[in-house]
């Protein structure tokens, strides 16, 4: 829909439809997995999937409102992706992601408040449409969220990138505790 036409009608209705669910429709047998996993997701108006995501693709988008994607949107971060992946206990993961949180003060006992602190701001940033776009492939869209958390060892506050998947309903998924700088 022409985003000008829906902030047009957002007016009329005096709810502002700010948001978008990315809808798959069935209009022939060849059925492009990119759009399938898309089937469902939101997205904030201004930065959604390109769309159409290609010639002939069926898809839609269908306005919703700021309040319904924020009534529905859940935030999901796996307690193993700290313990025992990120603080790599161990030593059973190829990276060094450790060393970063540690020379910030954290430690795997901290597992816990960081799931919750990273799930708290996803949600958040995610609801603010604060998230870049990133790879979309047959499972899913991608997107990266930057987190801000306190220095445990000394005054400060450090940043990073998490990486996280796209469910339908407004359900994103933590992939990444930290993705990057
Ligand atoms: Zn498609
Ligand atoms: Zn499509």
Redesign the pocket.
């Known amino acids: 829909m022409d985003f000008s036409l829906s902030k047009f009608l957002s007016g009329l209705w005096g709810e502002p439809y700010d948001w978008v669910k990315w809808v798959h429709r069935n209009f022939s047998d060849n059925h492009?997995p990119?759009?399938l996993m898309l089937d469902g997701c939101f997205f904030k108006g201004d930065n959604h999937p390109s769309h159409p995501?290609?010639p002939y693709?069926h898809?839609i988008l269908e306005n919703i409102s700021q309040s319904k994607a924020q009534s529905q949107a859940t935030v999901f971060a796996d307690y193993r992706k700290f313990n025992p992946y990120l603080f790599n206990i161990g030593k059973k993961y190829p990276h060094t992601k450790e060393k970063l949180f540690e020379s910030w003060g954290y430690n795997v006992n901290d597992s816990n408040f960081l799931k919750s602190e990273i799930e708290k701001q996803g949600l958040k940033k995610y609801l603010a449409g604060e998230y870049k776009l990133g790879n979309l492939n047959k499972d899913g869209q991608r997107i990266s969220i930057r987190i801000a958390i306190p220095r445990k060892d000394k005054e400060g506050i450090v940043s990073f990138i998490s990486g996280w998947m796209v469910y339908p309903n407004g359900k994103i998924r933590l992939t990444t505790p930290y993705g990057g700088k």
């Open positions: 492009c990119e759009c995501h290609h693709c898809c």
